[in-house]
Protein backbone atom coordinates (compact mmCIF):
# COMPACT_ATOMS: atom_id res chain seq x y z
CA UNK A 1 0.00 0.00 0.00
CA UNK A 2 1.96 2.82 -1.02
CA UNK A 3 0.77 5.98 1.24
CA UNK A 4 2.83 8.27 -0.88
CA UNK A 5 3.13 8.24 -4.85
CA UNK A 6 5.64 9.71 -6.83
CA UNK A 7 4.33 8.96 -10.53
CA UNK A 8 6.84 10.14 -12.44
CA UNK A 9 10.25 7.76 -12.44
CA UNK A 10 12.08 10.90 -14.05
CA UNK A 11 11.77 14.14 -15.96
CA UNK A 12 14.06 16.28 -17.96
CA UNK A 13 13.86 20.01 -18.37
CA UNK A 14 16.44 22.54 -20.22
CA UNK A 15 18.40 24.99 -17.90
CA UNK A 16 16.37 28.12 -16.88
CA UNK A 17 13.02 26.56 -17.30
CA UNK A 18 11.16 25.64 -14.63
CA UNK A 19 11.56 21.93 -13.28
CA UNK A 20 7.81 21.04 -11.81
CA UNK A 21 7.81 17.65 -9.55
CA UNK A 22 4.61 16.05 -8.19
CA UNK A 23 3.40 14.09 -5.31
CA UNK A 24 0.38 11.98 -4.25
CA UNK A 25 -0.80 11.07 -1.30
CA UNK A 26 -3.55 8.66 0.49
CA UNK A 27 -3.28 9.36 3.97
CA UNK A 28 -5.73 11.80 5.21
CA UNK A 29 -3.64 12.00 8.50
CA UNK A 30 -0.61 13.08 6.67
CA UNK A 31 -0.33 16.89 7.87
CA UNK A 32 3.81 17.87 7.17
CA UNK A 33 5.21 17.16 3.83
CA UNK A 34 8.63 17.72 2.92
CA UNK A 35 10.96 17.72 -0.33
CA UNK A 36 14.58 16.16 -0.37
CA UNK A 37 17.29 16.20 -2.99
CA UNK A 38 19.56 13.17 -2.86
CA UNK A 39 22.48 12.75 -4.85
CA UNK A 40 24.36 9.45 -5.66
CA UNK A 41 26.25 7.52 -2.39
CA UNK A 42 24.96 10.73 -0.08
CA UNK A 43 22.28 10.73 1.66
CA UNK A 44 19.10 12.77 1.34
CA UNK A 45 18.94 16.30 1.89
CA UNK A 46 16.26 18.81 3.12
CA UNK A 47 14.26 20.81 0.63
CA UNK A 48 11.68 22.41 1.74
CA UNK A 49 8.49 21.46 3.49
CA UNK A 50 4.91 22.92 4.58
CA UNK A 51 2.45 21.94 6.85
CA UNK A 52 -1.22 21.32 6.17
CA UNK A 53 -2.39 24.56 7.58
CA UNK A 54 -0.63 26.22 4.30
CA UNK A 55 -1.02 25.84 0.72
CA UNK A 56 2.20 27.25 -0.33
CA UNK A 57 6.06 27.73 0.78
CA UNK A 58 8.61 29.22 -0.68
CA UNK A 59 12.32 29.56 -0.35
CA UNK A 60 14.15 30.70 -2.63
CA UNK A 61 14.05 29.22 -6.38
CA UNK A 62 11.95 26.39 -5.00
CA UNK A 63 8.60 26.48 -4.03
CA UNK A 64 5.97 23.47 -2.32
CA UNK A 65 2.05 23.77 -3.42
CA UNK A 66 -0.36 21.85 -1.38
CA UNK A 67 -3.67 21.34 -2.47
CA UNK A 68 -5.03 19.26 0.53
CA UNK A 69 -8.64 18.36 -1.02
CA UNK A 70 -6.67 16.90 -4.13
CA UNK A 71 -4.12 15.28 -1.69
CA UNK A 72 -1.97 16.58 -4.23
CA UNK A 73 1.79 18.56 -3.66
CA UNK A 74 4.20 19.39 -6.02
CA UNK A 75 7.66 21.34 -6.03
CA UNK A 76 8.46 23.99 -8.45
CA UNK A 77 12.11 25.00 -9.04
CA UNK A 78 12.71 28.11 -10.77
CA UNK A 79 15.03 28.80 -12.85
CA UNK A 80 16.41 25.32 -12.91
CA UNK A 81 20.51 24.62 -12.78
CA UNK A 82 22.46 21.65 -13.63
CA UNK A 83 23.36 21.64 -10.28
CA UNK A 84 19.90 20.81 -9.50
CA UNK A 85 19.77 16.92 -11.66
CA UNK A 86 19.31 14.18 -8.76
CA UNK A 87 17.04 12.16 -7.03
CA UNK A 88 14.04 14.38 -5.23
CA UNK A 89 11.94 12.31 -2.98
CA UNK A 90 8.73 13.60 -1.43
CA UNK A 91 8.11 12.36 1.87
CA UNK A 92 4.91 12.91 4.70
CA UNK A 93 4.05 12.06 8.43
CA UNK A 94 1.26 12.29 10.60
CA UNK A 95 2.31 15.15 13.32
CA UNK A 96 1.87 12.20 16.36
CA UNK A 97 3.90 9.70 14.75
CA UNK A 98 6.44 11.72 12.84
CA UNK A 99 8.73 9.04 10.78
CA UNK A 100 8.37 10.14 7.24
CA UNK A 101 6.77 8.07 4.29
CA UNK A 102 8.60 8.53 1.07
CA UNK A 103 7.42 8.31 -2.47
CA UNK A 104 9.70 6.24 -4.71
CA UNK A 105 11.37 9.63 -5.86
CA UNK A 106 11.69 10.98 -9.85
CA UNK A 107 14.83 11.63 -11.40
CA UNK A 108 15.39 15.15 -12.79
CA UNK A 109 17.81 16.13 -15.10
CA UNK A 110 18.76 19.51 -16.10
CA UNK A 111 20.25 19.99 -19.50
CA UNK A 112 22.35 23.20 -19.90
CA UNK B 1 30.88 17.98 11.72
CA UNK B 2 27.58 20.01 12.57
CA UNK B 3 25.82 16.84 10.43
CA UNK B 4 24.49 13.58 11.35
CA UNK B 5 27.37 11.37 11.33
CA UNK B 6 27.07 7.41 10.35
CA UNK B 7 29.80 4.38 10.67
CA UNK B 8 31.03 2.83 9.06
CA UNK B 9 30.21 4.34 5.75
CA UNK B 10 30.56 0.57 3.81
CA UNK B 11 30.57 -2.81 5.67
CA UNK B 12 30.94 -6.06 3.96
CA UNK B 13 29.92 -9.17 5.73
CA UNK B 14 29.50 -12.58 5.59
CA UNK B 15 26.22 -14.35 6.02
CA UNK B 16 25.27 -15.01 9.77
CA UNK B 17 27.50 -12.66 11.14
CA UNK B 18 26.31 -9.56 13.38
CA UNK B 19 27.47 -6.30 12.85
CA UNK B 20 26.76 -3.25 14.35
CA UNK B 21 26.10 0.47 12.77
CA UNK B 22 26.41 3.87 14.65
CA UNK B 23 24.81 6.93 14.13
CA UNK B 24 26.15 10.49 15.83
CA UNK B 25 23.13 12.69 15.34
CA UNK B 26 22.84 16.50 15.17
CA UNK B 27 23.71 17.94 18.72
CA UNK B 28 20.75 18.66 20.27
CA UNK B 29 18.52 16.58 18.65
CA UNK B 30 16.40 14.91 20.80
CA UNK B 31 14.57 12.55 17.80
CA UNK B 32 16.84 10.22 15.92
CA UNK B 33 15.03 7.78 13.10
CA UNK B 34 16.40 5.28 11.44
CA UNK B 35 15.34 4.09 7.76
CA UNK B 36 16.80 2.10 4.91
CA UNK B 37 16.79 1.98 1.03
CA UNK B 38 17.30 -1.87 -0.97
CA UNK B 39 18.44 -1.77 -4.05
CA UNK B 40 15.16 -0.57 -6.14
CA UNK B 41 13.18 0.41 -3.15
CA UNK B 42 12.34 3.18 -2.05
CA UNK B 43 12.74 4.83 1.95
CA UNK B 44 11.65 2.21 4.10
CA UNK B 45 11.20 3.32 7.90
CA UNK B 46 12.45 0.95 10.64
CA UNK B 47 12.75 2.83 13.81
CA UNK B 48 12.28 6.08 15.91
CA UNK B 49 13.51 6.87 19.45
CA UNK B 50 12.36 9.98 21.34
CA UNK B 51 15.56 10.77 23.85
CA UNK B 52 16.36 6.86 25.24
CA UNK B 53 13.48 5.75 24.09
CA UNK B 54 11.46 3.81 20.82
CA UNK B 55 7.94 4.86 20.95
CA UNK B 56 7.66 3.25 17.52
CA UNK B 57 9.53 0.27 16.26
CA UNK B 58 7.34 -0.41 13.66
CA UNK B 59 9.59 -0.83 10.98
CA UNK B 60 11.74 -3.09 12.29
CA UNK B 61 11.56 -6.37 10.01
CA UNK B 62 12.47 -9.11 12.37
CA UNK B 63 13.52 -9.91 15.43
CA UNK B 64 17.30 -9.44 14.16
CA UNK B 65 16.95 -6.38 14.01
CA UNK B 66 17.76 -3.93 17.33
CA UNK B 67 18.96 -0.40 18.24
CA UNK B 68 19.75 1.24 21.32
CA UNK B 69 20.18 5.14 22.10
CA UNK B 70 21.74 6.04 25.04
CA UNK B 71 22.83 9.78 26.84
CA UNK B 72 19.76 11.07 24.58
CA UNK B 73 22.83 11.07 21.53
CA UNK B 74 24.38 8.02 20.07
CA UNK B 75 22.07 5.29 18.31
CA UNK B 76 23.32 2.02 17.38
CA UNK B 77 21.38 -0.36 15.27
CA UNK B 78 22.54 -4.34 15.39
CA UNK B 79 21.32 -7.01 12.70
CA UNK B 80 21.81 -10.40 14.24
CA UNK B 81 22.62 -13.64 12.15
CA UNK B 82 22.26 -11.44 8.88
CA UNK B 83 20.56 -12.40 5.86
CA UNK B 84 21.23 -11.63 2.22
CA UNK B 85 17.93 -9.79 2.05
CA UNK B 86 19.52 -7.28 5.03
CA UNK B 87 21.98 -6.00 2.13
CA UNK B 88 20.74 -1.98 1.91
CA UNK B 89 22.06 1.56 2.58
CA UNK B 90 20.48 2.10 6.15
CA UNK B 91 19.93 5.75 7.03
CA UNK B 92 19.90 7.74 9.87
CA UNK B 93 18.44 11.04 10.31
CA UNK B 94 18.17 13.89 13.34
CA UNK B 95 15.50 16.33 14.32
CA UNK B 96 15.03 19.09 16.51
CA UNK B 97 11.62 17.98 17.32
CA UNK B 98 7.86 17.44 15.80
CA UNK B 99 7.22 19.48 13.39
CA UNK B 100 10.92 19.94 12.23
CA UNK B 101 12.56 18.46 9.59
CA UNK B 102 14.54 14.96 9.74
CA UNK B 103 18.30 15.37 8.65
CA UNK B 104 19.99 12.23 7.16
CA UNK B 105 23.65 11.08 7.43
CA UNK B 106 24.82 9.88 4.05
CA UNK B 107 24.09 6.23 5.41
CA UNK B 108 26.08 2.64 5.81
CA UNK B 109 25.93 0.65 2.57
CA UNK B 110 25.64 -2.88 4.05
CA UNK B 111 26.71 -6.14 1.76
CA UNK B 112 26.17 -9.06 3.05
CA UNK B 113 27.74 -11.67 1.02
Known amino acids: DQQVKQNSPSLSVQEGRISILNCDYTNSMFDYFLWYKKYPAEGPTFLIS?????DKNEDGRFTVFLNKSAKHLSLHIVPSQPGDSAVYFC???????????FGAGTILRVKS | GAGVSQSPSNKVTEKGKDVELRCDPI?????LYWYRQSLGQGLEFLIYFQGNSAPDKSGLPSDRFSAERTGGSVSTLTIQRTQQEDSAVYLCASSGGRGRPQHFGDGTRLSIL
Open chain 1, 91 to 101: AASAYYGNKLV
Open chain 1, 50 to 54: ISSIK
Open chain 2, 27 to 31: SGHTA
